[in-house]
């Protein structure tokens, strides 16, 4: 068993002295900040679930302090630039193809660049449709259809920079991960956030979501398509137009056609989303949408 330890005998001057090096123990342990201002406590796995409360909350609050009504979600590759930094990647991955010009990868480098250079095109008109979604639908008490990316680069950095453009408001959901993510510079400051869980910031997507604008992308991409479209397929998000940009695109990556062929949709879930070419185009869709559907 266990004893505590006895101090010795002390004259009154020690005394006061230890009692001074406790009291600065005590003042200096976590157990005595208050509960919110203790990291080390925040970071427990036993207290996942406040963490994750947190998340949900704080730019929840933040949505109605900025009376934020409803949003339009814009998905797309990161690696999609604008045509200028695309047309410098090329020439860099040329240059060092020259200097090795027996090496396949360094080939293949300059083939994606070129690729990349030519789907430049959609960055521009992810900039576009932010700005024709943002310039007339933030001027009432509630804001309507204002732009929300994950936050970061590419097709993300496009649709913050529209709005930017036309100084409107638009949200970024940034995400914590391994490698460094910095958003980018063009999301109204009050309305970027940083997310741990992925489930919460998907939920953030989704909640006050008027309508889904998917650029061409990769896995995230995809990811949030195919997430977005179960949960219309299952009738557990509210209706919204879900619109895939540019169908030469996205037509050689899914053969939806060949999904509901093979029986595992049906021919009424290819409805579920539309297909756009041009920002006005997409921006109409949604819309014809919202004037058609019943008030109240």
């Known amino acids: ?43 427990r796995p036993e207290t996942r679930g406040v963490r994750m409360l947190l998340e949900l909350h ?24 604008e045509r200028g930094a695309a047309q410098r990647r090329l020439t860099e991955a040329r240059r060092a193809a020259q200097g090795n010009p027996d090496s396949p990868r ?8 070129e690729k990349l250079l030519s789907r430049s095109r959609y960055y ?37 920079r529209g709005a930017f453009d036309v100084g409107c408001q638009s949200i970024g959901l940034n995400i ?9 510079p063009f999301i109204t400051p009050d309305l970027c956030f940083q997310f741990k869980y992925f489930a919460l910031r998907k ?4 909640l006050r979501a008027a309508a889904v604008v998917l ?10 398509m195919f997430e977005t479209l179960t949960l219309r397929q299952t009738h ?16 050689k990556i899914i053969d939806f056609r060949q999904m509901a062929e093979e029986g595992v949709i049906s021919d009424d879930h290819l409805d579920l989303f539309s297909w756009a070419e041009t920002p006005e185009e997409a921006w109409q869709q949604i819309v014809d949408f919202h004037n058609a559907k019943p008030k109240g």
């Open 236 to 251: 557990r998000m509210q209706p919204v137009p879900i619109i895939l940009f540019g169908r030469e695109y996205w037509s």
């Open 215 to 224: 650029f061409p992308g990769g896995f995230g991409t995809l990811d949030e």
């Open 58 to 81: 704080k730019p929840e609050l933040a949505f109605q302090e900025h009376r934020i009504h409803s949003t339009v979600i814009v998905f797309g590759g990161t690696q999609i630039v």
């Open 106 to 113: 360094l080939k293949r480098d300059v083939e994606r660049a």
């Open 1 to 43: 068993m266990k004893t505590c330890s006895i101090l010795p005998d002390t004259t009154l001057g020690d005394d006061v002295a230890l009692a001074a090096e406790n009291m600065e123990a005590i003042l200096a342990s976590p157990s005595y900040s208050l509960a919110q201002h203790d990291r080390l406590l925040m970071d």
């Open 176 to 184: 914590k991960l391994p490698a460094e993510q910095q958003p980018n």
């Open 203 to 206: 939920f953030h997507f989704i």
């Open 124 to 160: 521009d008109a992810a900039r576009e449709f932010a700005r024709l979604v943002s310039i007339d639908n933030q001027c009432d008490d509630a804001r309507d259809f204002v732009i929300v990316t994950g936050g970061g680069p590419g097709i993300m950095e496009a649709a913050n």
